[in-house]
Nanobody
Framework: QVQLVESGGGLVQFGGSLRLSCSAS????????MSWYRQAPGKERELVAF???????DYPSSVKGRFSISRDDARNTVSLQMNNLKSEDTGVYYC?????????WGQGTQVTVSS
């Protein structure tokens, strides 16, 4: 069982920045692709960024150019730098770890962007 603990959420003004962090209880390299998802009220959970163990990174168009994911395999952490935040970025952000055999979720951290 892998524990994922997110931190760094909060209230930020429109156009501001936040940095989320996720700490894993096990070695994330080389087995886990690490991702961030978010879920807005009344909407489905959606992927906002992922980074594979090999370093491949991608984002949906809604956040590309504003969000940046990074992983530190020595510390077993993954971070999400979010810049130029918009109201539609509001939601609960979840850390996710996926291997060929297992998948794990963190408990989520709330991000609220005020206009």
């Amino acid at each position: 069982q892998v524990q994922l603990v997110e931190s760094g959420g909060g209230l930020v003004q429109f156009g501001g920045s936040l940095r989320l962090s996720c700490s894993a209880s096990t070695n994330i390299y080389p087995y886990y692709t690490m991702s961030w998802y978010r879920q807005a009220p009344g909407k489905e959970r959606e992927l906002v960024a992922f980074v594979t163990a090999g370093g491949t990174i991608d984002y949906p168009s809604s956040v590309k150019g504003r969000f940046s994911i990074s992983r530190d395999d020595a510390r077993n952490t993954v971070s999400l730098q979010m810049n130029n935040l918009k109201s539609e970025d509001t939601g609960v952000y979840y850390c996710h770890a996926k291997s060929s055999t297992s998948t794990y979720w963190g408990q989520g951290t709330q991000v609220t962007v005020s206009s």
